[in-house]
Every structure is written in structure tokens, then in C-alpha cells.
């Protein structure tokens, strides 16, 4: 038995999403990517409000900062060289970092960017999109 299917007035869900979706990717003509990675989540917690308050202060449409997975990088390391060779201490290093999208930023948003000083410890990636 073969079934056959009506065809039906409306337009399947999947082609509404997708004009939703390029119609909000026209709007953006530019985007600025900020990648803020610390050791400290605090230290890195208060750079990112403090990119975010300054693109703000000159009208830029801010999203973020979206969290990212934090990388853990764990060292395992002999106590002793010799007798207690099972003996081991384990150390890990925690590196947080946040994503922050600026869109179409103006000259003056940039300028303003480049002019922030950020605590030490605080590594900032910035690109154009």
C-alpha cells in the first residue's frame, strides 16, 4: 500500500525559520569578536564589564559575554625521584574565557577599545567579522 501525501497551503516551518534567519544576518554589515581569557573568573569578570560599559557609552549593540568552556590543563608530577615513585601531587591550571560580539561598531567604539587598559593576567582577542 502506498500513501500518498496532501499538499498543504502553508509554507513547512523550516523555510520560515530560514527567512528569519537571513533577514537578521542582514542587518549586520560588521561585527567585532572579543575573546577574553583569564586565569581568575573575577579579574575576568570585571574586564568584560568593562568592554561592555564602554561600547555601551557609545550607542553599540552589545551581545554577551556569552560564558565559554573553561580549559583545564592538569600536570601530574613525581613527589619523589626514587624510593616513593608512587607518590605523585597533581596541579591544574584553569583558564577562563568569555565571548563578546559588538555590532556594527563605529570608529569611535573601536578607538575607546583600543584605548582601555585591562588588569594583567587578562588576554584579550579581538577580530573583525
Known sequence: MATTKKPTKNSPAGERK???ASAKSDDVQS???IRVRAYENKILDVSTKQI???AI????KVRGPIPLPTE???YTVNRSAFI????????EMRVHKRLIDIENPSAKVIEA????SMPS????DVKML
Open 31 to 33: 561585527l567585532l569578536r
Open 18 to 20: 530560514s527567512k528569519k
Open 57 to 60: 557609552r557609545y550607542d553599540a
Open 121 to 124: 593576567g587578562v588576554d584579550i
Open 52 to 54: 561592555i560599559d564602554t
Open 113 to 116: 577599545l583600543t584605548n582601555l
Open 72 to 74: 583545564i590543563k592538569k
Open 84 to 91: 616513593y615513585k608512587n607518590a605523585r601531587e597533581q596541579f
